[in-house]
């Protein structure tokens, strides 16, 4: 079992925020409200939230990696009925599915971001709020925090190259409550992603601004400036960061176990394994296929999440089991968003958190660190088991069967079960 002090299961697993399982959702919720998004949602916009980078290959083997996977329930365990709520940096006793940060909510709903802090607040569910984001970042956590004063709002950052215009960022998500950073690495350049370059989407629409670079140094007295990439940046940068601040700092797109052993030495709360959703380098693996070499290179030192192709409470407990911390969704809240506004974003945290109980039962866990990656198996080695042989030791006369006594033992079985 692997050790996690960073998702110990504590006291506030009783709070009010993250309530005991209830009855399991509805088969399909997800499903559900990504039709309505996509009925809803302009044709140019869907396709901005839907699309990937190049083929779309990270993005299509987010999801399939975790259908390779199967979970081995453990029995009698009497552990459960189990609560679903980790310890994450600046973020006691929330739920173990998180708000990946999306740009440009407003895009998918009028009420924007407010409606889904308010959501994930209501939830008990970390918001990370994004620097691209449609609603600055002060009105993104007020919105939470006039649900739940104690509600944990994280905030994404692109590292900008001019170190004054990452200060007053900082500064700014500081002055608003959040209690995390988390920075975005996995962006030295942007991706490709040809849906929007057939729609021509690289801008906001006339009305809407990433209201977080409005007013910074070096740009346009009450206009925004552009989020800058840089491939110069380096863990000096990120270190430069971290002397500018008292917030935990997680650095989010990690995939290579290496990179995760320079996070831990620099001094970073949590690792964030991601391929942006299949967004960025389209010849990355999928998240979950990442995760065990990165939990192995952390060893427990600091937290480790995961997003990419979390789409039930399965998904959820399988990225546990294999040493996550917990995990974060993109798309399933923008699809919750776009149908429905808050109430949408409301029924996937819901649905996700209740699955997420109720898997972790049947697994025979009573909370999120009692699984673990013996548990995690390929699909079809588990039924493959049945086929092997008994051990010659279980064959009268110790002959080991041949293959025409094996197929007769089989025949046998089919026609009972
Ligand atoms: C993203 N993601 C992202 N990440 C980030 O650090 N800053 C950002 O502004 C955005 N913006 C963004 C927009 C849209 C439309 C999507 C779909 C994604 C990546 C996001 O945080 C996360 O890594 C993925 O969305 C996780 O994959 P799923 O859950 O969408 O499969």
Redesign the pocket.
């Known amino acids: 079992m692997t050790a996690r002090p960073a998702a110990r299961l504590t006291a506030a697993d009783a709070a009010p925020a993250v309530a005991a399982p209830s009855q399991p959702p509805p088969p399909g919720v997800l499903a559900e409200l990504r039709e309505k998004a996509a009925a809803r949602l302009d044709p140019v916009h869907r396709d ?3 699309g990937g980078a190049g083929r779309e290959t990270a ?1 299509a083997d ?2 399939a990696a975790f259908r390779r996977l199967a979970l081995l329930p453990r029995v009698l365990t009497g552990a459960g009925p189990a609560l679903a709520a980790v310890d994450l940096p600046g973020a006691p006793g929330v739920a173990p599915v998180v708000v ?5 909510h407003r895009l998918a709903h009028p009420d924007g971001e407010r409606a889904t802090a308010r959501a994930a607040a209501a939830a008990g569910a970390v918001m ?1 709020t ?4 449609t609603t600055a970042v002060a009105e993104v956590a007020a919105a939470a925090h006039s649900v739940r004063p104690e509600a944990p709002v994280w905030f ?1 950052l ?1 590292l900008q190259p001019e170190r004054r215009v990452t200060e007053v960022l900082v500064r700014r998500a500081e002055a608003a409550g959040c209690t995390a950073l ?1 920075v ?1 690495a ?2 030295p350049v942007f991706g490709r992603r040809p849906r929007d370059d057939r729609n021509g989407f690289h801008d906001l629409p006339p009305g809407y601004a990433a209201e977080n670079m409005r007013d910074l140094p070096g740009g346009p007295p009450g206009g925004t400036r552009p989020i800058a990439m840089s491939p110069a940046l380096s863990w000096a940068d990120l270190r430069a960061l971290r002397a500018m601040t008292e917030l935990p700092v997680l650095v ?2 990690v995939l290579h176990p290496a990179d995760a052993r320079i996070a831990v030495d620099e001094g970073a709360a949590g690792v ?1 394994v ?6 960025q380098l389209d010849a990355a693996p999928a ?1 979950v296929d990442a995760l065990p070499a990165v939990a192995d290179a952390v060893a427990a030192r600091i937290a480790v999440l995961l ?5 039930s409470g399965s998904d959820v407990v399988t990225a546990l089991a294999l040493g996550a911390n917990a995990v ?7 699809w919750g968003l776009a149908a429905e506004g808050e109430a949408g974003v409301a029924r996937v945290l819901a649905a996700l958190r209740e699955e997420t109980a109720h898997v972790l039962t049947l697994c025979g866990a009573g909370n999120p660190a009692g699984v673990s990656r013996d548990q995690v198996v390929p699909r079809g080695a588990a039924a493959g088991l049945r086929g092997l042989p008994p051990s010659a030791d279980a064959v009268p006369g110790g002959a080991r069967p041949g293959p025409a006594a094996a197929r007769s033992r089989a025949e046998a079985a089919n026609r009972t079960n």
Do not use: C, I, W
């Open positions: 901005f939230y839907e993005l987010n999801e990946a940060p999306t740009a440009f990370v994004s620097m691209a984001s994404q692109y988390v975005t996995d962006s989010k797109g964030l991601s391929n942006h959703g299949g967004r998240a997003d990419g192709g979390v789409r974060g969704v993109g798309r399933p809240v923008l």
